[in-house]
């Protein structure tokens, strides 16, 4: 017997039950089942049983008649052809015909045998399997019905076989009735247990369900905690520990199934004398741990314990032991004091503003009355210093000022290559720089979503910092324009300065950081802001070109899309235009020298 669609019956005292979980439903139906089938098996015992036994009669000749093999013979063909081939009735069909084939013929097959039973054989015990067939896995209706039919039969029986009336009837009837209202009994109780059961069983289905997403919603969530945590027993050895603990423990490289003990380091020893104090005292604790994990990596914690309490018959809980790294407290610190920095710095540059564009209108207006070359001179120093603090003031405002998010289609839509030429044609006149900047512009028919003014001042920002660091030698700065495959376009600004301390790489676009006393440190981390505002994306890697390292900040962009014609992807450069051969970002070399930055 096969259940090829579960979900197509729902019988008896599965009926009426809400189930909104398909997998408890399913899980139901299986139980269902594997019930009936052991009910059909027990129907193929009990016939098998009672055709031994009435071959057994008729061959000792102490039994009925020989025709009672036969009958006996084909109710157990007619059990194993429902066991084999016949499938649980679906739900609302109390008189399917396959009630017929079991209890039909169970009961008729118990009644022909006790109605011409020979030598005292009663089979009245057996009338209960049907009565319990029908109880259990079916309606009620059904069970008060063949609890009926069983009933019937035997009041009828008990009248046919002794005389009306007489003490011995009397007395049959009697029994025959209690014996009824037993089967009555029993298919009442049965069929509200087996109800209780199968509600109980959905109840505990459903809690189950729960206790189980609960508790895979508790290991995500520890499982992507920045805390650490960790289970510890009386005996240091840690039960259970998030990736987040594992990694300030043993590093970035720390095996997800490693049995910890914190007694095995000694680094580790802070952390295990803290969770033995608190099993002693009783109490949370909290301390500040150092980690060494070399002679050169060290890690300060801040630990905290808390206690369970004890279950299971144990003697003590478990401690459970959160770590907060304090590099990420310092940070947050450091995130909030350059917050607060900012605000303040925009402040000041407002105050400033208007002093300065009076000092600046001064300054012109003395430049018209003065005639000495000296003085000339000093004016001249007044005005590049003022204009100096002007672009600071327009720096830090650029910075504090909110600015929104635009999207591709806000922004204007640019040839790259026709916007690079201007810009590094007007940088190159500014700056005197003919000679040592070289353009390679290898994307002539990309388009990017780039406002134009803030393209220019992301291109200007890079070159005023390569041209600070670079030798002054012809094409000692590069400007390369090339595809990033078909969606994207690769601007690059490349430098043969210094390579950078590491001090400085850490901090490289970070706001108001600059190791030159004379900038303000806001170059780069307007370029990125300028960079993510368009959906760009800039970097810096150490590469080598034409035979010479450099410095090399790159930004990838995307192409504009439905404005451009396709990118060719094979590129052909001007004579004397060098084909970039880039390398990983190289380490810095004993000896190298520093870079400023800004």
């Known amino acids: 017997m096969a259940l090829d669609n579960p979900s197509q ?3 008896s005292w599965f009926a009426g039950l809400e189930n909104t979980n398909p997998q408890g439903r399913e899980q139901r139906l299986r139980a269902f089942v594997r019930l009936w089938r052991a009910f059909m098996r027990a129907r193929v015992v009990i016939a098998a049983v009672l055709l031994a036994l009435q071959v057994f009669v008729v061959a000792t000749g102490t039994g009925g008649p020989p025709w009672l093999v036969l009958v006996c013979a084909l109710h157990l063909s007619a059990a194993l052809a429902v066991l084999l081939w016949s499938r649980p009735i679906q739900q609302g069909r109390p008189f399917h015909l396959q009630w017929i084939l079991t209890l039909g013929v169970d009961v008729l097959v118990f009644a022909v045998l006790q109605y011409v039973q ?43 076989s002794t005389q009306f009336l007489s003490d011995v009837s009397t007395a049959r009837l009697l029994q025959t009735g209690l014996t009824g209202t037993g089967f009555f009994l029993v298919a009442v109780l049965a069929n509200q247990l087996a109800l209780r059961l199968a509600r109980e069983e959905a109840v505990a289905q459903s809690s189950q369900t729960a206790a189980r997403t609960q508790a895979q919603v508790n290991e995500l969530v520890i499982a992507s905690l920045s805390e650490g945590v960790l289970v510890v027993d009386p005996h240091g050895v840690v039960r259970n520990a998030n990736p987040a603990a594992r990694a300030m423990l043993m590093g970035d490289t720390a095996p997800h199934a490693s049995k910890l003990l914190l007694s095995a380091l000694p680094s580790w020893v802070g952390l295990s004398n803290l969770v033995r104090e608190t099993f002693l005292l009783g109490h949370p604790l909290e301390s500040e741990i150092t980690i060494a994990h070399d002679e050169l990596t060290k890690h300060r914690l801040y630990a905290r314990t808390r206690l369970t309490t004890a279950q299971g018959g144990r003697d003590a809980g478990l401690c459970v032991l959160f770590l907060e790294d304090l590099r990420d407290v310092e940070a947050q610190v450091r995130t909030e004091k350059l917050a607060s920095m900012g605000r303040m710095s925009a402040a000041v540059a407002h105050e400033i503003r208007n002093p300065l564009s009076a000092i600046t209108q001064a300054n012109a207006l003395l430049d018209e009355e003065v005639m000495d070359a000296g003085q000339k001179r000093l004016i001249r120093m007044i005005d590049q210093n003022a204009q100096r603090l002007a672009r600071i003031v327009d ?30 044609i007007e940088w190159t006149r500014q700056n005197q720089a003919q000679g040592v900047l070289g353009v390679h512009l290898h994307a002539p028919t990309a388009h990017v979503a780039f406002d134009p003014e803030h393209i220019r001042r992301l291109l200007v920002n890079l070159l005023d910092n390569a041209k600070r660091h670079a030798s002054g030698t012809p094409s000692s700065i590069r400007v390369i324009t090339q595809p990033a495959g078909t969606d994207r376009i690769r601007l690059s600004v490349w430098s043969d300065g210094a390579p950078l301390e590491a001090s400085v790489l850490r901090h490289l676009f970070e706001p108001f950081f600059s190791s030159e006393s004379r900038s303000s440190g806001l170059g780069l981390y307007i370029c990125r802001e300028l960079c993510e505002r368009y959906g760009a994306q800039i970097a810096y890697q150490r590469t080598r070109l034409d035979q010479r390292d450099g410095n090399e900040f790159y930004v990838i962009m995307p192409a504009a899309t439905g404005s ?35």
């Open 9 to 11: 019956f729902d019988p």
């Open 118 to 160: 020979q030598g005292g054989i009663n089979y009245t015990p057996l009338f209960a399997l049907p009565v319990l067939l029908a109880s259990i896995l079916g309606p009620l209706i059904l069970a008060l019905l063949t609890a009926a039919s069983v009933t019937l039969f035997l009041l009828g029986e008990a009248l046919l």
């Open 395 to 424: 720096d830090i405002l650029n910075v504090a000022r909110a600015q929104p998010i635009q999207n591709e289609a806000a922004a204007l839509v640019l040839p790259l290559d026709a916007a690079i030429r201007q810009i590094t």
């Open 564 to 598: 451009r014609a396709p990118i060719q992807q094979s590129l052909s450069y001007p004579p004397g235009d060098s084909v970039p051969s880039r390398t990983l970002p190289s380490q810095l070399r004993p000896g190298d020298a520093p870079l400023t930055i800004r």
